[in-house]
Structure formats: C-alpha cells, structure tokens
C-alpha cells in the first residue's frame, strides 16, 4: 500500500493518478494510524515552507512523519524535498523535519523566479530510482527555492539554473526529487515506477 501524504499542500490527485498509471494501489491521507501502515510513502508539496510546516504541527504528523520515514521507501516531491532539512530562506525561525543537514536557499537575483519549465539533471550516483533514466534527461521543475551542496554524499542528482543545485537526495531508503515526476512524462513516470519496485 503507497500511501500520499495529504498535509493541504499539493497537487495530490496529479501525485496519485501518476502513480496509478505505473500499478500502485494509492491511499491518500492524512491520518497517522494509516500513515504508519504504509508500505511506502509518498510526500508531495506545492505552496510555502512555513505554512507546510504548520500544517503538519495541525495534523499531528511531524512526530509520525520522523519515525515512518526511515523505516520504509520514501519519496519526496519538489516542497516535499525541501522540508526534509532543518530551516529555509522562506520562513526564517521555523523548523523543518530535520531529516538532513541544510538550510534551504532563496534563488539569486540573476536568475527568473520561479525556475519553472522543463530542466535537465546530472545524475551524480547510482540510485535506484533513476534505472533506465539517462543522464541529462529532462525534468519539470517548478519552485523559488533550492536545496544547496552541503552534504555532497545525499546527492542523487544536480541541475544547472544560474547554479548548480540539487535537484534529487537519496539516503538509504529515503528518495527525493526537487522536480515533479507527475509533470515530467515518460521520464517521470519511469522514475515512480522505480520507486514502486523498491
């Protein structure tokens, strides 16, 4: 059972006929008791830092989400990716989830704000969600914010956008992708249905 965490922050449905169309069987929720049930876990986002943040501090979920995530597969998505570390440019004061060292990064002037569009990755080591996924394919990106070279050995994957950033983490168990793969076609879909084999 792939369970999508509903935290009130993403494109859920997109996030779950994604993974329909590869063969998972999808829950999408909120609650803790099925969250820890989950034979894998799936955390999307779109919005705000901060106000993710304090939806999950709502949802009872940031304890649940601490203890779950290293005990089976975990995707992060794009939102989902940055709350992983300990703090962000875009709600100074506030905690993330503390999973990885980091803070996360305002874009510089130099570049347009938001990097949306389609963007190629570097895949930087072998990761098991990228099988069949060639360096340099293309990705849609979608975000302001960007998770910054600190600790080079989580680094799946990087992208060019005025700098170099990373744009996929892996750890053990724990996958995830500053990218939205329910946006990025063939490639995305290939990479979700990795996940799903885990």
């Known amino acids: 059972m792939i369970v999508v965490v509903d935290y009130k922050m993403g494109n859920l449905?997109?996030?779950?006929?994604a993974l329909e169309a590869v063969g998972a069987k999808v829950i999408v929720t909120s609650s803790p008791k099925i969250i820890k049930k989950a034979t894998k876990l799936v955390f999307p986002g779109v919005g705000?830092?901060?106000?993710?943040?304090?939806?999950?501090?709502?949802?009872n979920l940031i304890d649940t989400l601490k203890e779950e995530i290293f005990k089976k597969p975990f995707l992060g998505i794009c939102l989902?990716?940055?709350?992983?570390?300990?703090?962000?440019?875009?709600?100074?004061?506030?905690n993330g989830l503390g999973i990885f060292k980091g803070k996360i990064k305002l874009f510089p002037?130099?570049?347009?704000?938001?990097?949306?569009?389609?963007?190629?990755i570097q895949i930087k080591k072998k990761c098991?969600?990228?099988?069949?996924?060639?360096?340099?394919?293309?990705?849609?990106?979608?975000?302001?914010?960007?998770?910054?070279?600190s600790d080079k050995s989580i680094i799946a994957s990087e992208t060019n956008y005025g700098l170099?950033?990373?744009?996929?983490?892996?750890?053990?168990n724990i996958f995830?992708?500053?990218?939205?793969?329910?946006?990025?076609?063939?490639?995305?879909?290939?990479?979700?249905?990795?996940f799903i084999k885990l």
């Open 128 to 149: 098991p969600i990228f099988k069949n996924i060639p360096d340099d394919a293309f990705m849609y990106f979608c975000h302001s914010y960007y998770v910054p070279k």
């Open 13 to 17: 449905r997109s996030v779950s006929k």
């Open 176 to 194: 995830a992708v500053q990218f939205h793969p329910e946006k990025s076609q063939k490639m995305g879909l290939k990479l979700l249905e990795n």
């Open 80 to 94: 989902g990716l940055e709350l992983l570390f300990e703090e962000s440019d875009e709600a100074k004061g506030m």
């Open 109 to 120: 002037v130099k570049v347009k704000i938001p990097h949306m569009g389609w963007n190629q």
């Open 164 to 172: 170099n950033f990373v744009s996929a983490v892996n750890k053990d």
């Open 48 to 59: 705000a830092f901060g106000d993710a943040m304090q939806e999950l501090e709502k949802l």
